[in-house]
């Protein structure tokens, strides 16, 4: 009987099991959760964080599917070593484990990036259920949190640490808050919110370097200013994969993720996800899903076809409900956009070849169900009632990416340091100008 195990803690591992089981009910499948929890969706940790919802909310399944599937769930063993010739991974105890097959998504270890000298007690990626504990603790011990989002959930996180009656700043590297995801007229729409929770944000602007000694004390960012900050939340992250060596992990031409044709890991996905898929979607646009269900057809040996995932991301802002479906990156989309100050109300749609191929809603919960079908369904706006595609008289659609930068919202920059300044002197938060731009029609960001 073939022997199988899976080192991870997330969907992946989930999807891969999937694909093996369809195919191979006979092989002994363990899986390894090296967080000692069983797995569950990262992307929802903020909201773990703000109490919005319980950690077992986020399980991507209970343990009765385990049993179901029949795999033996690991949570109480610690992989320290994996010995790819022979077959074994080692246990912190000294114990174990053969397998014939391997696949290692992460090994519970995740790093800040995206900013230097960001290994620092204080720097957190709220990527693993042990930064919602520290956070959690070090949160009312510190002055100021600066936290660099990279999706939408984490700006849940910032309103939730504001609760502590401490200065939050959320810094962007966007022209908008997170414009590179929502578009420009929805981050505006999300950061005026912020704003009114007594949260600022930084635009146009980036943590280029993490300072203090083995302890946060400091960011710098990019245009060389240095803010105050004791707790810091980073969205990019790099998995340290700690348990095969650099060399046995290089990949070589061939099918496979690692120099052993019986070992995948998750690093180097995109090489295996480049030969599998479909014309028309992009390999880094596969889900975890995607990416487990490639690595179980390539254990099994058989072929599948896979599509992009339809994608869906909820939030909660106060009293701000959102809702993002489907794509919003096709260059040849029209953008339909309209804004209910009153109602706190923000609708944008994505139009392309007469079909709605992305939304951007924010407290427009009953619309939401209606849209994911069409969007979903490809579905031609010729058949859909006139509300789902409802603009001001005013408003006529415009090109993807062609607003206007008007805003009723302030934006905050904070220009290059002088080079005669010394760029080690902290400057006090407060001290930053602030630069209004008046209200005006609004704009699109996301």
Do not use: W
């Amino acid at each position: 009987m073939k022997k199988i195990a899976i080192v991870g803690n997330s969907l992946m591992s989930i999807a891969a099991i999937e694909e093996i089981r369809s195919v191979d009910q006979e092989s002994k499948i363990t899986l390894f959760c090296p967080e000692g929890i069983l797995p569950y969706d990262r992307v929802r940790l903020p909201s773990v964080l703000s109490e919005q919802i319980s950690l077992e909310d986020i399980y991507c399944k209970a343990q009765s599917y385990f049993d179901e599937k029949r795999v033996n769930v690991v949570l109480n063993k610690k992989i320290v070593k994996v010995h790819p010739k022979r077959k074994r991974v080692v246990f912190e105890d000294k114990e174990q484990e053969p397998f014939d097959v391997l696949m290692i998504e992460d090994s519970g270890s995740f790093e800040p990036s995206g900013a230097k000298s960001a290994k620092k007690q204080g720097v957190f990626t709220l990527y693993a259920v042990s930064d919602i504990e520290e956070i959690s603790k070090a949160a009312p011990l510190c002055d100021v949190i600066v936290i660099q989002p990279n999706n939408l959930l984490m700006l849940e996180a910032a309103v939730y640490l504001r609760k502590f009656n401490k200065e939050v700043i959320v810094v962007c590297s966007d022209d908008s808050l997170l414009s590179s995801v929502v578009g420009k007229s929805a981050g505006d729409f999300l950061a005026k919110r912020l704003r009114e929770f007594g949260i600022r944000v930084i635009l146009n602007n980036a943590i280029a370097e993490v300072l203090g000694e083995s302890e946060a004390k400091a960011i710098r960012l990019k245009t060389g200013k240095v803010l105050e900050s004791q707790v810091i939340i980073l969205g990019e992250v790099k998995k340290n994969l700690l348990l095969l060596s650099i060399d046995e992990t290089l990949v070589e031409r061939n099918d496979f993720y690692t120099k052993f044709e019986d070992i995948f890991i998750n690093s180097a996905i995109e090489i295996l996800s480049k030969e599998q898929a479909v014309e028309d979607v992009k390999a880094s646009d596969l889900s975890l899903g995607d990416k487990g269900k490639m690595v179980g057809a390539a254990v099994t040996g058989h072929q599948q076809s896979y599509q992009q995932a339809f994608k869906k991301v909820i939030f909660s802002l106060g009293d701000l409900k959102g809702c993002v479906l489907g794509s919003l990156e096709n260059e040849n989309a029209i953008e339909y956009e309209r804004i209910d100050r009153p109602s706190k109300t923000y609708k944008k749609i994505f139009v392309a070849d007469n079909v709605i191929t992305g939304a951007v809603l924010i407290n427009l919960d009953q619309e939401v169900a209606q849209i994911e079908d069409v969007v979903k369904n490809k579905i031609n706006i010729s058949q859909l009632s006139s509300h789902v595609l409802e603009l001001d008289q005013s408003n006529e659609p415009a090109q993807q990416n062609s607003f206007q930068s008007n805003s009723l919202l302030e934006t905050e920059q904070i220009p290059a340091v002088d080079k005669q300044q010394n760029p080690v002197d902290m400057v006090a938060s407060s001290d930053i100008s602030e630069v209004r731009i008046e209200d005006s029609a609004p704009s699109a960001e996301y």
